[in-house]
């Protein structure tokens, strides 16, 4: 049973990193980079950091961010809770 329960939430936290590397690369690439690590104008390298989905979150409520605050407000205010954490999971995944 209890490898059942393993497997499955391994799976599932495939599948929800693979959503979104999706989602990821339509919303956040063209200033994080394919890979997180650009670094431009309007985006910093975020390969390798932690701690992603309290920083969407705070971004999508405003009790988040500096600068890029107001970009990254319109970039994921279509995004739901759920996309939210499958974007968390890939770009934490990231190095």
Request: proline share 0%.
């Amino acid at each position: 049973m209890k490898k059942t329960l393993l497997i499955l939430m391994a799976g599932t936290s495939l599948l929800s990193a693979a959503e979104g590397m999706k989602i990821y690369g339509a919303k956040c690439a063209e200033c994080h980079g394919a890979d997180g690590k650009d670094i431009s104008v309007s985006g910093k390298a975020i390969a390798g950091n932690k701690g992603t989905l309290a920083k969407l979150q705070g971004y999508k409520n405003g009790s988040f961010g500096g600068e890029q605050k107001a970009t990254m407000q319109g970039s994921i205010a279509d995004v739901s809770e759920a996309d939210l954490q499958s974007v968390a999971a890939y770009v934490d995944g990231l190095k």
